[in-house]
Nanobody, 120 residues
Framework: QVQLVESGGGLVQPGGSLRLSCAAS????????MGWYRQAPGKERELVAD???????NYADSVKGRFNISRDNARKTVYLEMNNLKPEDTAVYYC??????????????WGEGTLVTVSS
């Protein structure tokens, strides 16, 4: 009933930038927190950044000062601006949203992921 679609991944050289987007659609009444997670090969999924409905953001230490999360509530979209990318940022990036549906059920929904590869 709720779908999240990510876009913006790809191959970038070290020091480069990418902007990820994740748009939600479906039977949505409201969206609480939105966030980005990533999973590198052989590692567990980890939080990259999240943002509350009020706009308060939280970042993993490894990306502070380089990544910026933002949201557009009208478009039901969350963004991740990634700058000064490093090879260790290589991973599949997933968005997650805490959604209240029109039948007043609250659940976390995940996107299918978008691959970010940082390599020269």
């Amino acid at each position: 009933q709720v779908q999240l679609v990510e876009s913006g991944g790809g191959l970038v050289q070290p020091g480069g930038s990418l902007r990820l987007s994740c748009a939600a659609s479906g039977r949505i009444f409201s969206i609480n927190a939105m966030g980005w997670y990533r999973q590198a090969p052989g590692k567990e999924r980890e939080l990259v950044a999240d943002i509350t409905s009020g706009g308060s953001a939280n970042y993993a230490d490894s990306v502070k000062g380089r990544f910026n999360i933002s949201r557009d509530n009208a478009r039901k979209t969350v963004y991740l601006e990634m700058n000064n990318l490093k090879p260790e940022d290589t991973a599949v990036y997933y968005c997650k949203m805490n959604v209240l549906t029109i039948v007043f059920q609250r659940n976390d929904y995940w996107g299918e992921g978008t691959l970010v590869t940082v390599s020269s």
